[in-house]
């Protein structure tokens, strides 16, 4: 993985984010474009302050991790697997999570374009401590997987 990014404050890495990931071209190792709204930023880079669930406060060990992000969707030796919905009570391969280093973890939303290719919307990144173990257990990604469920 990259080193990590060490800039001077939250809107230094609210440009990386936007000039390298909403702006760039970033794909995972098997062909699927991943699209990085601008709005996703805060949802990505901010976490609770208490147990309430606000996203109220900057991660700055998140951000530092921003270049991780295309590098782990690149790696073919990453582990992928089912996300989990929390509406269904179940995971579901339209969303994908990218397991890599130091239990981080890159969440993505995926669906199908009208040609047929998927495609995927950047949705989160945490540093998952607490919850690493039970996301390496959950069913794998597959494609066949995911053309079964839609």
């Not at 060490?6 to 970033?26: C, F, M, P």
Request: charged share 25%.
């Amino acid at each position: 993985m990259p080193a990590l990014l060490k800039l001077a404050d939250e809107e230094a890495y609210r440009q990386h984010y936007i000039n390298t990931l909403s702006r760039g071209v970033i794909t995972t190792h098997d062909g699927i474009r991943v699209y990085f709204g601008q709005d996703t930023f805060e949802h990505a880079f901010f976490e609770s302050s208490d147990r309430r669930g606000a996203d109220d406060i900057f991660s700055k060990a998140r951000a530092e991790r921003i270049d991780w992000i295309a590098a782990a969707l690149a790696d073919p030796n990453a582990l992928c697997v089912q996300g989990w919905d929390g509406a269904m009570q179940c995971y579901t391969p339209k969303r994908r999570v990218t397991v890599i280093v130091q239990d981080f973890v890159i969440v993505l939303q995926l669906s199908t374009k009208q040609d047929g290719t998927l495609k995927a919307n950047f949705i989160t990144c945490i540093k998952a401590e607490n919850s690493a173990v039970k996301i390496r257990q959950s069913p794998r990604w597959t494609r066949e997987a995911y053309d079964n469920a839609k």
